[in-house]
């Protein structure tokens, strides 16, 4: 729909280019943030021996382990350590921090596609129903619907899932990624990816899908809700913005249903604004995720995150941060550029 | 290390075996471990610890300890149901000289992977201990301290080690050698100077516990098979393999062994899971055994009401503050919070280990544990204190479990109800609170201890002499002289009575105040028998059966 | 209910904020925004009231008749029974919703200052500081909030849990997310208007700078904010439960906070004590819910897409009467 001149896509390079290398100060400042904050609340000997050494005898570990030079002194060494792709290894349970990142960033992920794909199963339906008959009950109903998926805390909603699906109807399990059985064989095999339905495929063991899967009912929709109850209001939102364009009232005025008209036309262009969003919210997926995978033992990043900041382990922090951080910044790169190639406005 | 120097430094008596103690805790219980056939069935036990390092040169902390109890030898370790240590891949070990002991291994020990475990192996394990703790390889996480009295360690023979000790005949020696820093590590898989990764250690089989280790997910997942091989002086695995599944959140492990999906839970659920799982009787058994674990509140000499360091010091009236607030705590209402799963305590030493007493019940409240405010008044009238003391308490909001502020809320209300104080309470997080307590940061403070070993002396030697732990200036000289001697006591009868006086003594002064207790506690399935919870304060594997 | 059209009143009513969108809306709208409306005042109240209504102080652990019981169901005495410390859940409630107020004012405050004041310089200025700020801003938008709290509330206290650090950690973390937004918003606007005939006017007759910012940028861009203003008090007060949650909230003797007490409550709920869970799990939500509805229920009246036929006729009408 876009009219592109040659003037105008030699700009879109351009902005890429730009948009493109935005994304390296955007980590770099992340991780100074992250490396100060982290240093001025202490440092992991005091965290996990500070209940059971002696003061002096604590003084000297941190001596001899450098947590008490300069920060300054501290971060170049830091920097020349990532300069060097030295990423370290954790402190509180001596793994590479790649080795983190790839163990529990695959759980995470697998966790945000489930939770985007309950999104978008909920949240663009029920936001084209209410855009269909808004400023109704119905609408009223399903915008309220939405504030509470959205608004509700994740602690809360995850409790009373778990309560009604796992511990009054057992129909669910109560919390993990698989059975101890199926995990075990997933462990067993060599190079597992660590995403658990191909895992679970690779095991040949017709029950262990089945079994990953029920697991993720539960974390998905709890994770999922929040996101579909943006994605409802922003449909809603959307539609109804493109329902009152004059393109619109053309189709209408054409004999174009009303049905038809939401779904079809008012909806397509309604996406951009949608998939913008997609890059704000898988931030919003990640945060999120501290808390889910908490209450269901999800053995992902956010799982980990918790434990290893009470454990004030730098390098595991830094690296998780780092991490969220280059998806973020990946992500809202990608949606930059489709909003781009769709709306040469955007462009600078 | 200076402190730990100095803590050993007056030992004068001769050694001999480890204190033998009967322990009896009321409401604690511990089937025998069935020694016959070795059950076929898998058992799934789960938990909250979370393991640092599998390496024992990398950790010290009771989650990485739960896992190398199962997988690695010790020279000496606890049997079952006993707080002794006894030889196990030793065969017998003395004092050969008031400095040196020797230790006798069995002969033609192997690992599982059969490399030869014979005395260089255990010169190796202790120089590395040694080494990695001093050039910090362990990132500061290691249980060398533990070490301190050991100068070096020689090879006699194949089958001989002697031990070089800097102070002479430290009856904890062999205690030390069951302790975290003792398990006897593979020389041909082990760095001598850095940490081994768990990945190394697994795939090397380099184990010679009970188990080895099968399969392993750090902190998720760990497989461990029965090992054939093991020589130890405990009986061999009862039950032929068992997974244990780690988690992060109580509730979650409370809900799974209930449901069966686990056969057993072991550390750490809530008070009101324990409460609640011990009504479902139809379900699982709740077992308790006698804990090492204990709270207390510490007064900072210096900073506390009429301290050395304040602008009204006292002594006479800051230790009639001590006393009057051991007079108003009521143990048992604190004790009920945590629904029995913490236990009043009444002395320094815990009620079970050789020499503990109630020294404090008989000197404060009604004389019978109980709380009494016309004995907190009359003290606080007669050293002429006559307006409300105010209080400064702080506890540390995230290490010891889930209720402290409950139980310091509950505090603040009894001594707040009295009349004789006023309370401010604050909860500190873990590590701004291990940086201020030993450095005159709070004036009143939470603490608890885990031992390193079941013995009274963990309780006393690391906290009253100067230099120790606690650092809140307490100092009697009495009761140093006591903790040099009772460590190197060697008339079993005689150290008892000397531990004994060490708390009557601090139970005077007030150095700190005891509170609670804790109880060790397994859940298990109904189809989950065996389980044994002990003053060694070790979680054995091996003896469920299912 | 049907939609009664508004009757026109004093114009000094009509410009208070949100009593003239309550006047413009109608029908369905009118209805959320009314509830919207209904529920945060009622929240307000209990929350300045919470010292007379509530049965006990939220720290309260015994009264003349002796020590509470804990973990005692529904009764006379504690309408919404006692947590297993013996805390009175009703009492503990109430009072909290002093503690999410408290938060949210210090969050929208800061924020707002901040992310205007910044967005009103850097639009306005432009140059090399503008592009810093916005690549800053972009940076700080990916970071996870939580985690920001949970490192800057030990910053702040020293790890203390008390009231005050409690709120500010709450606040300040919020803040770092909000003030990009609000950023982001008053800056776009600042550069759109800054094109505009009527600012070029407007400094030909002699307005100052700041003047010419200030009244025209902030008249323009108050149609956004009302929505981010909601969306920011919401996240302020979940912060604060979440930090809560995860166990580095306030102190359960220095304020009430729903975050901690349900945390503490997540051990009670699988053992069939469900009051303690239930009630501070509900107070959030409908806070939130009052909340939210309020922002949207603004945000429907400040967006003509959204607005209903009359409700675009009734500001026309209250346009020309002002």
Redesign the interface.
């Known amino acids: 729909m876009a009219e592109k001149t040659h003037a105008a896509s030699g700009g879109l390079i351009r902005y890429l280019v730009v948009r493109f290398l935005l994304i390296f100060p955007t980590i770099f400042i992340l991780v100074t943030l992250v490396f100060f904050l982290m240093r001025v609340t202490g440092d992991p000997i005091t965290a996990s021996q500070g209940g059971r050494l002696p003061p002096d005898e604590l003084a000297q570990r941190i001596h001899t382990a450098g947590y008490d030079q300069p920060i300054i002194v501290q971060y170049a060494q830091y920097l020349g350590q990532l300069l060097r792709g030295d990423f370290g290894t954790t402190y509180s349970d001596h793994q590479p921090i790649t080795t983190v990142l790839t163990t529990y960033g695959t759980a995470t992920l697998e966790l945000a596609v489930y939770a985007l794909v309950v999104a978008f199963i909920v949240g663009i339906p029920l936001g084209m129903l209410a855009a269909f008959i808004r400023d109704r009950w119905g609408d009223a109903v399903l915008r309220v619907l939405a504030i509470l998926f959205y608004a509700t805390p994740i602690f809360f909603s995850g409790l009373l899932l778990k309560l009604v699906f796992s511990i009054w109807l057992h129909v669910l399990p109560v919390a993990g990624r698989a059975s101890t059985t199926v995990e075990l064989k997933m462990q067993e095999l060599s190079n597992p990816t660590g995403i658990y339905f191909i895992d679970a495929l690779r095991t040949g063991d017709p029950a262990a899908l089945p079994d990953v899967l029920q697991h993720a009912i539960l974390p998905a929709v709890t994770l999922g809700l929040l996101t579909a109850g943006i994605f409802l209001r922003l449909v809603r939102t959307n539609v109804i913005g493109t329902l009152n364009t004059g393109y619109i009232d053309a189709a209408r005025s054409r004999g174009v249903g009303e049905y038809r008209l939401v779904t079809r036309h008012a909806f397509r262009p309604a996406l951009i604004p949608i998939i913008t969003v997609i890059g704000l919210q898988i931030a919003m997926l990640l945060g999120g995720a501290v808390l889910t995978e908490t209450t269901f033992e999800w053995n992902g990043l956010g799982y980990q995150l918790n434990h290893y900041l009470q454990a004030r382990d730098f390098v595991a922090v830094q690296g998780i941060v780092a991490l969220l951080a280059v998806i973020v910044a990946v992500v809202n790169f990608i949606v930059d550029i489709i909003a781009a190639l769709i709306d040469p406005r955007v462009r600078y | ?4 120097t100095k803590r050993r430094a007056g030992l004068i008596a001769l050694a001999a075996t480890a204190v033998a103690g009967s322990l009896v805790l009321a409401g604690c219980s511990g089937s025998s471990p069935s020694t016959g056939s070795t059950g076929g069935a898998t058992i ?1 036990l789960g938990t909250t610890d ?4 599998l ?1 024992p040169a ?1 950790s ?2 009771n989650g990485s300890f739960a896992v190398q109890t199962q997988v690695f030898g010790f020279l000496f370790d606890t049997p079952y149901n006993s707080p002794d240590v006894k030889p196990s891949l030793a065969e017998s070990g003395s004092f050969i000289n008031p400095t040196t002991f020797e230790v006798k291994l069995k002969p033609n020990l192997t690992f599982a992977n059969g490399d030869p475990l014979n005395a260089a192996s255990v010169k190796f394990t202790f120089d590395r201990q040694q080494a990695i703790g001093a ?2 390889a362990d ?3 290691g249980p060398s ?1 533990l070490l301190a009295n050991l100068d070096k360690t020689t090879v006699v023979d194949d089958t001989t080690v002697d031990f070089h000790l800097k102070v002479a005949n430290d009856q904890t020696f062999e205690q030390v050698l069951s302790s975290p820093v003792g398990p006897i590590v593979d020389q041909k898989v082990f760095s001598p100077t850095a ?1 081994t ?2 990945d190394a250690i697994v795939a090397a089989n380099a184990f010679e516990g009970q188990y080895t280790i099968k ?1 392993y ?5 760990v ?1 461990y098979v029965k090992n054939a091989g093991y020589v130890g002086v405990l009986p061999p695995a009862a039950n032929a393999e068992v ?1 244990v ?1 780690y ?6 492990l ?3 062994v ?2 069966g ?2 056969d057993a839970a072991y550390r750490s659920l ?4 324990i ?2 799982l011990k009504t479902a009787t139809d379900k699982v058994t709740v077992t308790t055994g006698p804990g090492g674990e204990i709270r207390y509140l510490v007064f900072n000499f210096k900073t506390q009401p009429f301290g050395t360091g304040t602008s009204t010091p006292d002594p006479a009236k800051a230790l009639a503050v001590r006393q009057a607030v051991a007079d108003v705590i009521n143990r048992q ?1 604190l004790s ?2 945590y629904k029995g799963t913490y236990t009043p305590l009444y002395s320094y030493v815990p009620n079970g280990l050789t020499g503990a007493n109630t020294a404090l019940k008989s000197l404060y409240g009604d004389g019978n544990g109980g709380p009494s405010l016309d004995k907190a008044k009359a003290v606080l009238t007669a050293a002429g204190i006559t307006s409300p003391v105010a209080l400064d308490i ?1 506890y ?4 010891y479990g ?2 402290s ?2 139980e ?3 505090l ?2 009894q001594l707040e ?1 009295s009349g004789l104080f006023t309370v401010n ?12 307590a ?2 005159d940061g709070y004036p009143l403070f939470q ?2 201890w885990f031992p390193d070993y079941s013995d009274a002396d963990n309780y006393l030697a ?1 906290f009253f002499p100067q ?3 606690l ?1 809140n200036h307490y100092d009697n000289p009495a009761v140093d002289k006591l903790i040099s001697q009772e460590t190197g006591e060697t008339d079993a009868a005689k150290r008892a009575a000397e531990i004994g006086q060490i708390q009557d003594l601090v139970a005077k002064d007030l150095d700190t105040i005891p509170l609670l207790q804790g109880a060790q506690v397994i859940v298990t399935g109904k189809s989950v028998t065996g389980a044994v919870l002990d003053a060694s304060f070790k979680f054995r594997y091996a003896t469920l059966t299912k | 209910m049907t939609a009664v059209p508004a009757k026109p009143r004093g114009t000094w009513l009509a410009k208070v904020p949100v009593l003239r969108e309550l006047r413009q809306s109608v029908g369905v709208q009118r209805f959320m925004l009314l509830v919207g409306v209904i529920i945060t005042l009622v929240y307000i109240l209990v929350a300045l009231l919470a010292p007379v209504i509530a049965p006990y102080r939220f720290n309260q652990l015994q009264d003349a008749s002796g020590t509470f019981p804990g973990s005692a169901a529904p009764s006379a005495t504690h309408l919404w029974g006692t947590t297993i410390a013996g805390y009175d859940v009703l009492s503990r409630t109430l009072y909290a919703s002093q503690t999410a107020l408290m938060a949210i004012v210090a969050a929208v405050i800061i924020s707002l200052i901040i992310g205007v004041l910044l967005g009103l310089f850097s639009g306005y200025f432009g140059g090399p500081l503008d592009r810093i700020l916005v690549v800053v801003c972009d940076a700080i938008y990916a970071f996870p909030s939580l985690l920001l709290a949970i490192v800057i509330s030990i910053m702040l206290s020293r790890g203390q849990s008390s009231l005050w650090s409690g709120i500010m950690a709450a606040a300040l973390s919020i803040s770092v997310v909000y003030v990009p937004q609000y950023f982001r918003v008053v800056r776009s606007e600042v550069v759109r208007i800054k094109a505009e005939a009527y600012v070029e006017s407007a400094k030909v007759i002699g307005a100052g700078n700041g003047r010419v910012l200030f009244v025209h940028v902030l008249r323009n861009s108050v149609r956004t904010l009302p929505l981010i203003i909601t969306l920011n008090a919401v996240d302020a007060f979940e912060t604060l439960a979440g930090l809560g949650f995860l166990g580095l909230g306030i102190e359960p003797s220095s304020a009430a906070e729903w975050g901690y007490d349900l945390q503490k409550a997540v051990s009670d709920v699988t053992a069939g004590i469900w009051w303690t869970a239930l009630f501070p799990g509900l107070a959030i939500v409908l806070l939130a819910l009052g909340i939210s509805l309020l922002g949207e229920g603004l945000n429907d009246l400040a967006d003509p897409r959204l607005r209903r036929r009359s409700a675009e006729a009734n500001e026309a009408a209250l346009e020309l009467e002002a």
């Open positions: 290390m200076t402190s730990f799934t979370s393991i640092v390092a390496d990398g010290y902390d050039s910090g990132g500061g996480n301290s940490l990764t768990d399969s997910k750090v902190n998720q997942l497989d997974v599944k988690y992060k959140n109580s509730s979650n409370k809900l799974d209930e449901s999906n686990i809530s008070a009101q899971d409460a609640d209402a009920d919070l702080t540390n909001s995230d290490h889930p209720q502020g409950d310091y809320g509950l603040k209300s109800a309470l604050n909860g500190v997080e873990n590590v701004t609170f291990s940086k201020q030993p450095n603490r608890g690391p230099g120790g732990f650092h």
